[in-house]
Each structure stands twice: as C-alpha cells, then as structure tokens.
C-alpha cells in the first residue's frame, strides 16, 4: 500500500509533475473539468486546491486525509474511500492522475463503473513508457513479477471516444541510486518485502547518474452523444 509519506517525497522532492500538470490545465484544459469533478487518489489535494477553486469537486484517496494544517476550497469534499465504493450521481468529469494502476487489474469492473458514473469527461494522466521509461518497465515486470507498473489503458473505453493527447517531459531526480529506487518501488508498485539491490544495480550500469527524464501523457476521453 503506498503511504501518504510517500506521496509527498515522491512529489515533493524528487519529481515536478505536478507542477507541471497543474501549469498544463489552468493554461490549457480547463474547460474539460466540469463540475462536479471526482479527482480519483488525490494524493496531497495540490491539483484540486490550484485548479478548481471555484468548482465543486469529490477528492477521494484510500489514505486518510490530513485535515490539520491542510488547505482546501469550500466546494470541494474529501473523502477517505475506494473508488469502487464511491457514488455520486452528479459527476462530469473522472480525473485520474497517476493512480490507474491502482484500479485497474480488472478492466471489465473499471469500466462498468465508469459507466455507472456517467461522467460527460475521463481525463488520465499516465506515464508514456516509451525510451528508457520503457526499457526500465519491461526489466521490472521481468525481475519483479509482483509489480505493477502504470501503463496507458490497454483498450478503448466503451461510450467514449479519445479526443486529445497532451504530451510533456518529466524528470525524476535523485542524489543516489538507492534513492531513485526507492522512487521507482513507488512508481511500479514493487512489493515492500523486495529487496531492490538487483534494481540498484541495474540502474548503475544504465545510467550515468540517479535521474530519469520521461514523457507524459494527458488522455482526455468523450462521452459519446
């Protein structure tokens, strides 16, 4: 299970995709996040506090959510829930940045419950896998059967039609190698009981240094009329 803590190293000190994202959609997107918005593993709740200030939004994570010392806007609800187990009738848009790995082992219930919300807008924000990411991915499904790596959705999603791809860079930046594995047990979802001297060791002799560069990818998906 990955911890809130984790979250917040990830985001806060070794990678800016958010910041990122967050530039992207307020210069770009938002006339997709209608509300009500349901913002899937909101993690520390920064995209939806720069964002949507002004729009009603359902913010939902399977950790607890730090109400002390935490900000966020009067129309948004946090909610300590799985997204299988959530129900609102009255959501527009799915946002799913960076956690379809975490509700997606079974695509036929993902996307019955897609159906079942109805949203006009699904927005995910995957990781593109392509070049070193790629090469890096393939390696640990291989050494790590246990992992589960973030990939773009394998097929199409009944009722919705793709109707844009934005693409960035990224970096994931650390001090050390064990440091850039520890990130990469985060991103892969590798089984806390691995031990990741193998990973360490293959990062030293693919890389000059502890950082990886990377593509992103915003899918922005239709309902149908």
Known sequence: MITLEQVKLFKNE??????????????????????????VGCGMGDI???????KKAYLIDTNPIEKEGSVYHDKHQYIQCDFYKFYAEDV??????????????????????LQLLNPRYIIIIVNENQDFLGKLVRWVKKKYPDAHPEEPLKKDIPNYALISQLSFDTQLVCKEFSQLAEQIRYMMLIPV????????NWLKQNLTDPTINFKQSIDIYEKNC
């Not at 379809?100 to 996307?111: S, V």
């Not at 009981?193 to 360490?200: R, S």
Request: glycine fraction near 0%; proline fraction near 0%; aromatic fraction near 12%.
């Open 193 to 200: 009981e691995d031990d990741l001297d193998l990973l360490v």
């Open 92 to 113: 527009s848009t799915i946002f799913v940045s960076h956690t379809l790995q975490f509700i997606d082992h079974n695509l036929t219930k993902l996307t019955l419950r």
């Open 48 to 54: 939806a506090y720069a964002c949507w200030k002004n």
């Open 14 to 39: 070794y990678c800016e995709e958010n910041q990122i994202i967050i530039h992207l959609i307020n210069s770009n997107l938002q006339n997709y996040f209608l509300e009500s918005i349901l913002d």
